[in-house]
């Protein structure tokens, strides 16, 4: 039996223009795929219709196969001779939980390929025009999750809002919807309560919705919007990019928040 191989693919944020062409051949050439919720349809449809499909459903706090599980399947795939594929919402490495899957597999003898993604607060952040970096007004980005572990290792948030004011950076949000009020609260002992924020849901997809506001109203504008998963939060002077482009399109005017005209 020939041995099996097993490449973690980034899919993107979703819309399949925006796979790298060598997550393409990859997703074509697969025999087994095993795929992430948050991966569109229009991108496992690339796969041969030969091979197997097998959904993880992998989602940020909700009910989904367990990571062993998921990593036993690739496992068991690729010690099978199969052409294993575990298409990944995004890119592989940020939030992906990528690095275990390598190590898992590394250890049990198998060589793992990675073929990156863009990740969704990338993709979130241009769709809107909003720069994560900008000379004038971020000087470096921090992308983290808003979703903590069960057994600890909270993220200090006051620290962080200290260091993105001092150091000039761009916050970049993910699986922060939840706990909006908690990070509103936080964040504000070290950004202003108008710092610029823009949210951004389902980036990349014709459902795209994206909203402007303001620090201080966060988790309102998330309860009055509706705003849900999966969405990213883009905190910083750099989001005023997306309060400018609101005026211009003529969206509603203070107070805030300025919804943006939908990319549908």
Known sequence: ??????????????????????????IAQATVLLVDDLVSDAIVA???PAARVIHVGKRGGCQSTSQAFI???MLSAAQGGET???????DPFIFGRGGEEVEHLR??????????????????????????????????????TGHARRDGG?????ALAATARDARLTLVIYMGVAGAQHLQDEL??????DTPVALIQNASLATQRQVVTELGQLAQTITREKIGSPAIIVIGEVARAAM????????ATQPQPKAIASQA
């Not at 294993?84 to 995004?90: A, H, Q, T």
């Not at 504000?188 to 309560?193: E, F, I, S």
Request: hydrophobic share 50%; charged share 15%.
């Open 1 to 26: 039996m020939r041995a099996g191989t097993v490449t973690l693919v980034g899919a993107g944020p979703g819309d399949p223009d925006l796979l790298t062409l060598k997550a393409a051949r990859a």
């Open 46 to 48: 690339m796969a041969n």
């Open 71 to 73: 990593e036993k399947l």
């Open 84 to 90: 294993v594929v575990r298409l990944k919402g995004g």
């Open 107 to 144: 250890a049990a003898g198998f060589t793992v390929e990675v073929v990156s993604g863009i990740t969704a607060g990338v993709a979130a952040a241009t769709s809107i025009g909003v720069p994560l970096t900008h000379r004038d007004h971020a000087q470096g980005v921090v992308f983290i």
């Open 154 to 158: 909270a993220t200090d948030w006051r």
């Open 188 to 193: 504000k002992h070290g950004l202003a309560a």
């Open 244 to 251: 400018l482009a609101a005026d211009i399109a003529g969206a």
